[in-house]
Structures are given as C-alpha cells and as structure tokens.
C-alpha cells in the first residue's frame, strides 16, 4: 500500500507541475506574441491549405491545439469565419499540437533546473512586460520537463511489481481487443484532463519504465486524439449552428482518421519504428529513446490524417452539416437588445472574446444607423407612426452598452497584454459613443414629433438645409461603424474632414436662419426647433469622432 501511495503521489506531482508548465508556457507565447495571431487567424483565405498551414503555425506556437480549436470555434461563433475556413484551420491545429510531444521527445530534463532559475529571475526582476512574458515562457519549460521527469520516476518503482505489470498486460495492444482498450482509455484520460499533450506526457512517462509497450503506446495516442475534441464539443453547445457544426467536422476528423488507422495498425506501427530508425538515425525502440517513437507516431497520425481530409474538406463540410440541424444564427428584430456574439465562456480567452465584443459593438453602430434612417426620415415623409420604432432601439442599445461593458470589464480582470488592454479601452469608448448617438438621435426624434404635432414646417432653404446635414451626418456615421468592422486605422483623415464640415454647416445654417428670421422668411416657432435639431446633428457628428479616434487608437 506505501508503494502505491508513494507512485501516487509522485506522479500526480509529477503531472501537476507538467500542465502548470504547459500552462505557464502557453499563456507566455501568446503574450509574447500579442494579437498578432488573433490578426493571423482572422485574415485566413478561403484555401484550404493555407487554413491548415496557418492553423499549424499558430498552435505551434501557443503550443495548445485546444486554445486554437476553441479559438477558432468562437470566430465561427462571431461570424468571422465560415465553416469551410474554419476547417482547414483546425485540420493544421492538429498537426501542430504534436510539436509539443516533439519539444517532450528531446529529453532536455538536465536543463530543466536551469530553465527554472533563469525563468524565474527573467520572471520577477524584468521591469519590462515583454521581458517578464519570455521569463514565463522559460519558467514553463524548465517546469514542463522537471514534471515529466518526476512522473517518470514516480512510475519506476512500478516497472518490478507484478500486480502492476499483470494490470499494465491489458494496454499490450496484442490484439485488436487490446489495441481498442487503449483508445477507449486513452480518450477518456484525455477527456478527463483536457489536455492531449498531458495525456502525451503520461504516455511517454508510462513507455519510458516499460510498463507500455510501444504499439500500446500507440494505441493511447490514437485515442488521445479522440480525446481532445471534447474542448471544441464543450465551447460550441449554446453557440450558433455553424459554431457546432465546426465542433462536429473536428470530432469526425479524428475518429474518422483513428478508425481508418485501426484497420492498419500493424503496418503504421511498422511505418513508425521505419521512419525513426532509416529517416531520423534512430536506435531501435527502447525505454530511452521510446518518447521519439511516440512522439513520431502523433506527428504521422495527424499529418496523414490532414493530409487526407484537405482532399476530402467539402465531404466533411456536408457531413458535418447534414449532422448537425437547428439553432440560431442571427438574432431577430425582437432580439434587439439581447448580445448575438457575447459568451461569458470566452471571457479567459481574450482573442476569442475581444473579437466577440468588437462584433457586438459593430452591431450597435448598425442598430444606430437604422433608428438615425428611420427618425431623420420622417421629417419628409411626414409618418408619425414610424417614428415609434426609435424607442425600441434606443432602449437596445442602452442594454448593449451594458452588456458589452460588463463583458469587457471581465475579460480585463484576467490575464491580458497590454495591447489587449488598450482595445478594451478603445471598446468600451466606441460603445459609450455609439450609445450617445442614440440618445442624440432620441432628441431628434422629439423634436420631429414635436414639428409633426403642432403641423409646423420649415421654408424651402431650412428643408435643404436640414436634408444637406443629415446627409452629410448619416454619412459620417456609416463612415464610421464601417471603420470598427474593418479595425480602419487610417480613418482619421477622413474623420477629421468630416467633423470639420459638420461644424462649420452648423454655423452657417444657424446663421442664415436668423438672417431669414430678421427678413421674415420664416418664423420662430419652427426655426428654434431647426436649430436644436442643428445643435444635436452636431453632437451625433462629435460623438462619430470620438469613434473614430477610438478605432484609430488615439487618445
């Protein structure tokens, strides 16, 4: 009982230290690396290949296929990516999460001390953020492989124990029932810590002791592989229908590929121990160089697995389709104020969730751009009743704002970089803006039903001076809603020309109405509603700039 208690032990501490290096790792090189792989996943193109190619590079770089896969799944979520793009990406995230098992395969374990001390000093003792990020990234390394080498030595004593070596005899792969019962176990561990690259680590630890043979090894890979789908499963349920059928296509791409692989396990074992020892100048497989082997074995898989499903995409596309039925994709017009693109469940994963509440801000430029339509027209068409429409949005955005900034205001209480941090800024004062444009619209609305009511009308010249304004207001505001669609850096040019003309329109056509008021042109009554209605074109003109600057950067 002591030794069970001893392998126990160590081998949970072992595992322990292992995922919070993975962890420390991951989280660092996305720091390190910034929005630049939220940018990078946002611009794939329609082909295929360059989805998984891109999909390869961001998951070997963050080193988690499962924050890719996740990451990916929330952009379908946000309409940012058709199920096709998303495809090919997630195809390349699984090839690209077997660099991690490569990184494990190299025993670095003498450097692991090292990594942590200068990890550490870099970590605490960096003034610069960039610094302390790298620090994390080395920290994480030093632990992942002192991690591993604890489990591999919480599992030694275990390699002489008949009990357990009679108990280990049923993940031998000898037969097909055998070679099954690893995949099933191998899933199921892998579904439990939600993490493949742990269960990797497991696996390589197991194999290095001889408690594993290689092919059962092989075996767990597989069904680690099924494992890792449960990530994507999990953050599509309540998501939009493409989001669950992305889920989908990804779980059949993998147990797909495994059953296929199943019907040739002997040859791809065979093919395995061939390229390790001809390819890379390998010894034969051993309890020393048995993580190689492995290692190889998860890169092969997912590599001819991809390689297969890039040719058979649109099969897959319309499987994953046909599968998956039913749901929302958009909100309907009596969902005005409820948020399509929020999901508090990406609220730790800023690229997801940054790119959610832009999407939702978006939505609340479009909302207000509709009930600015709406309202200004009704000063020609003369239609009390579709004037009513303007409280209904008005009343949606003032639960947009609230929603995105209390959305917002979580994802800055997590772990995010300082770019993140400043988008959140420039979120939340787009939001705040758009919301003022409503309330300025909302003043032009009064004013409109208040002229309607009382049967007043403005002479010729305030008629063309009120459609020139609202014409040149409208567009500023279509300028700049389309501005946080498209992250318009260089909108400020045009922004500024814009706020300018509307300022100097204002005066003008204050001051050529009490011109026409002295001559008796016109009258008040009307005339002093024109002017508040100049006063509040002006305001919707200013609040647009303050969006501007907000998409743009600026202060």
């Known amino acids: 009982m002591d030794l069970v208690y001893t392998v126990a032990f160590q081998a949970m501490g072992g595992l322990g230290l292992f995922l919070f290096g993975m962890k420390l790792m991951s989280e660092g090189l996305q720091r390190v690396a910034g929005d630049r792989l939220r940018s990078f996943l946002e611009m794939v193109s329609t082909n295929r290949v360059v989805g998984a190619l891109t999909g390869t590079l961001v998951t070997a770089v963050v080193q988690s296929s499962s924050l890719t896969t996740v990451t990916v799944v929330g952009f379908v979520n946000a309409g940012l990516l ?47 953020r960039r610094w302390r990020d790298i620090g994390e990234v080395i920290l994480g390394f030093g632990m992942l492989f002192f991690g591993m080498e604890m489990m591999k030595d919480g599992f030694k004593p275990l390699r002489d124990h008949p009990d357990f070596n009679s108990f280990f005899l049923m993940f031998d792969a000898k037969d097909m029932l055998g070679v099954i019962l690893c995949v099933v176990s191998g899933a199921a561990l892998t579904m439990l810590l939600q ?10 630890a197991l194999a290095s002791q001889g408690l594993l043979t290689f092919p059962g090894a092989v075996a767990l890979i597989l069904g680690e592989n099924i494992g890792t789908t449960i990530t994507a499963e999990l953050a599509s349920i309540g998501g939009t229908l493409t989001a669950r059928q992305a889920a989908r296509a ?15 396990f002997r040859p791809f074992v065979g093919l395995v121990e061939w390229f390790t020892m001809e390819v890379m100048a390998s010894a034969p497989v051993s309890g020393a160089n048995v993580g190689r082997y492995i290692a190889n074995s998860h890169t092969m898989f997912n590599v001819l697995n991809a390689t297969f499903f890039l040719f058979a995409l649109p099969l897959l596309v319309k499987a994953a389709m046909r599968l998956t039925r039913g749901g929302k994709n958009d909100c309907s017009v009596e969902e005005l104020g409820r948020a399509c693109y929020l999901d508090s469940r990406y609220v730790d994963n800023p690229s997801v969730a940054l790119t959610q509440a832009r999407d939702e801000a978006v939505r609340m430029g479009n909302i207000a751009q509709e009930m600015y339509r709406d309202v200004t027209n009704v000063m020609f068409n003369r239609k009390l009743d579709l004037l009513s429409r303007w409280r209904q949005r008005e009343e949606a955005l003032d639960r947009l704002q609230r929603e995105i900034t209390e959305f917002l205001v979580k994802v800055s209480q997590g772990n995010i970089t300082e770019a993140e941090s400043r988008e959140i800024a420039s979120l939340l004062r787009m939001v705040n803006n758009v919301e003022r444009v409503g309330d300025a619209v909302e003043n032009v609305a009064e004013l409109v039903e208040e002229m309607i009511e009382n049967n007043l009308h403005l002479a010729e010249q305030g008629q063309r001076d009120y459609r020139e304004i609202r014409n040149k207001v409208a567009n500023f505001l279509e300028l700049v809603v389309r501005g946080m669609a498209e992250r318009d850096r260089e909108i400020m040019e045009q922004a500024q020309a814009m706020e300018d003309e509307i300022d100097l329109m204002r005066e003008r056509m204050r001051d050529d109405y009490l011109g026409r008021l002295r001559s008796g042109v016109c009258t008040v009554d009307p005339g002093l509603i024109f002017i508040d209605m100049l006063t509040n074109f002006e305001k919707i003109g200013d609040y647009s700039y303050n969006i501007a600057q907000a998409v743009a950067g600026k202060r």
């Open 82 to 128: 058709t199920l096709t793009q998303a495809m090919g990406v997630i195809l390349g995230a699984n090839v690209g999460t077997t660099m991690t098992a490569q990184i494990i395969a190299f025993d670095l374990t003498a450097f692991a001390p090292v990594a942590i001390f200068i990890g550490v000093g870099i970590r605490f003792f960096a003034k610069r």
């Open 195 to 204: 993490s493949s690259s742990a269960t990797v680590g497991i696996t390589m």
């Open 250 to 264: 990804h779980t059949m791409f993998n147990v797909i590929g495994v059953c296929i692989v199943l019907t040739v």
